[in-house]
């Protein structure tokens, strides 16, 4: 029997006044899997991990977190799961080492405080007093406190927001290291590179409601949706008539691009066309799809003019 979903939400709806921060919210994440959500500004994210983490309740709808109604579950589920929150600017004049001892004494079975400290990259910095930290040390603080109950699922809201390109990829390794002992993630971030790198799947909640969701590199039909094919004629390749495939056009850089259904086809046929000139490579070649980034603002966008398009109704007309 497949194991039971680590958590199962079902039309979750939560209102603060006129404002749905989540208007009917269904997820399913699978034990051991590492999943983003990601959204513009007040989507939803926060909200939607609030309750997943018993923090709030919502207005309509259902969750099971680790089986368990996060609203109801007690001290025995707080500690199966770790919360890392978007800044926990605590415990300021303790050292990383008296802080991450003090969480660990807070759980039955935790991790050994100082194989914590070095898992995210704090090793030398022990004694140190969390104010004197910089901002990315005191985000591993933060991980560490998440991680060392050793919890079977994580809750990350933005884990490496305001750290440097380097550190960001030192915690990246922290969360895959996490991941690989089994234990499931569920993150939220600003960053579509992260989510590329670190999730199995991804959901894009716009205004409180899942727009898409799936693999990084399915979502939003990336894998199908038209690749365009570019390179940089030189040679003969620059002089000869372009081959007849239709929307073939020469760029103003100088560059020849095909949006197309059927990359391979075309890039056949361009082969082909540059063989018969004498010429065996398409200089500068590229094939490429939308990234999750074009899905990405393609979806906020249809939504923020949609939501233009109803705002400008007369009143009374219907949204
Ligand atoms: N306690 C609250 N009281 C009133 N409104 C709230 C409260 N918390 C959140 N909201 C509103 O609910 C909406 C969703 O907020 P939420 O914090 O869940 O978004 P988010 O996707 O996490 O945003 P961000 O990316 O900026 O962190 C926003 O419009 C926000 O202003």
């Not at 199962?8 to 208007?23: D, I, N, Q, S, T």
């Not at 930290?133 to 998440?146: F, P």
């Not at 393609?298 to 219907?318: F, Y």
Request: no cysteine; proline share 8%; hydrophobic share 45%.
């Amino acid at each position: 029997m497949a194991a039971p979903p680590a958590i199962a939400a079902r039309g979750l709806v939560k209102r603060y006044g006129a404002v749905e921060a989540l208007a009917g919210v269904d997820l399913e994440v699978a034990a051991g899997e590492v999943f983003a959500l990601l959204g513009p500004n007040g989507a939803g994210k926060t909200t939607l991990v609030e309750i997943l983490e018993g923090f709030r309740r919502p207005g309509a709808g259902e969750a099971r977190v680790l089986g368990e109604d996060p609203a109801r579950a007690g001290p025995a589920w707080r500690a199966r799961i770790g919360v890392v929150f978007q800044s926990a600017g605590f415990f300021d004049v303790l050292t990383v080492r008296e802080v991450v001892a003090h969480f660990a004494s807070f759980y039955p079975a935790p991790l050994d405080p100082a194989r914590v400290i070095a898992m995210v990259g704090l090793d030398g910095q022990e004694r140190r007093r969390l104010k004197h930290l910089s901002g990315g040390q005191k985000r591993r603080v933060d991980l560490a406190l998440g991680i060392v109950g050793d919890p079977e699922l994580i809750f990350l809201d933005e884990p490496t927001t305001g750290l440097d390109p380097e550190g960001r990829r030192q915690l990246w390794a922290v969360i895959r290291q996490f991941a690989a002992l089994g234990k499931t993630v569920l993150l939220t971030t600003h960053y579509l590179e992260e989510a590329e790198a670190l999730a199995d799947r991804v959901a894009i909640i716009i205004r409180g409601r899942f727009a898409a969701q799936g693999a990084p590199a399915a979502i939003g039909g990336r894998e199908e949706g038209r690749a365009t094919v570019t390179f940089h004629p030189a040679g003969r390749l620059a002089e000869a008539p372009l081959p007849p495939l239709p929307g073939l056009e020469r760029l103003p850089d100088g560059r020849v691009a095909l949006a197309t259904a059927a990359p391979t086809r075309a890039v056949a046929e361009l082969a082909r066309w540059a063989e018969a000139l004498g010429e065996p490579e398409l200089p500068g070649l590229e094939i490429r799809r939308p990234t999750l980034e074009d899905v990405y603002l393609r979806l906020v966008r249809a939504h923020d003019a949609e939501a233009d398009a109803a705002a400008a109704l007369p009143a009374g007309g219907s949204a």
